[in-house]
């Protein structure tokens, strides 16, 4: 059992170009979520997906786009990075109305 | 979601008990209490959800009064392995499924 797969683990780019983080559970779960995290700080909620063809905006949405392409998969795009967008950015599944949240083992992002 | 209160960072030795409190004063009638355990360049870890009382689990213990403005996680004779950043979450995962996240514990457990 996988669990909640990330990829790509680590990801250079350089200002203004873009990239989308992929993330896929296999947990038959209802919600996903992104979250970023910048050194020494807390997570920060970007965007979640209560349910398959639902998106809804986090604490920190700018710059960030998703998809919610099935009940597995949800992706996050970055269309134009920028240096503000550096971080490690972590994906996380759980069930529908449960708090017990499954995270994958996030992407470490540098933008140059 | 109930906005959550802890301490930036705590210290303790090997073989001590540690107990973590969270304030959260305006904790919803549905909201549950939910801590996490995150070690460094990995994703947070359940550790243990409450919704009144007391819960046990192999791992934690979590106190929560009968007003439910603040909760106690308690971690038995910790061990260096128990450093780690420690999260309480407030909520009830419900229509919205919103979970966020505070800034954390810093726990940091000595020889």
């Known amino acids: 059992n996988a669990g909640v797969t990330q990829t790509p683990k680590f990801q250079v780019l350089k200002t203004g170009q873009s990239m989308t983080l992929q993330c896929a559970q296999d947990m038959n779960h209802n919600s996903m979520y992104w979250y970023r995290q910048d050194p020494g700080m807390g997570l920060r909620l970007i965007y979640y997906?209560?349910?398959?063809?639902?998106?809804d905006k986090g604490e920190v949405p700018n710059g960030y786009n998703v998809s919610r392409l099935n009940k597995r998969e949800f992706s996050l795009r970055l269309e134009s990075a920028a240096p503000s967008q550096t971080s490690v950015y972590f994906c996380?599944?759980?069930?529908?109305?449960?708090?017990?949240?499954?995270f994958g083992q996030g992407t470490r992002l540098t933008v140059v | 979601l109930a906005k959550t209160t802890q301490p930036i960072s705590m210290d303790s030795y090997e073989g001590q008990e540690v107990n973590i409190t969270c304030s959260h004063n305006n904790i919803a009638t549905n909201d549950y209490i939910t801590w996490y355990q995150q070690f460094p360049s990995q994703g947070p870890r359940f550790i243990i959800q409450g919704y009144k009382t007391k819960v046990t689990n192999e791992v934690a213990s979590l106190f929560i009064p009968a007003d439910r403005k603040s909760s106690t996680l308690s971690l038995p004779r910790v061990s260096l392995s128990d450093t780690a950043v420690y999260y309480c979450?407030?909520?009830?995962?419900?229509?919205?499924?919103?979970?966020?996240f505070g800034t954390g514990t810093l726990l940091a457990v000595q020889p």
């Open positions: 996380a599944s759980s069930g529908q109305g449960n708090t017990e949240a499954f």
């Open positions: 979450l407030v909520g009830y995962g419900g229509a919205t499924n919103k979970l966020i």
């Open positions: 997906s209560a349910s398959e063809g639902t998106t």
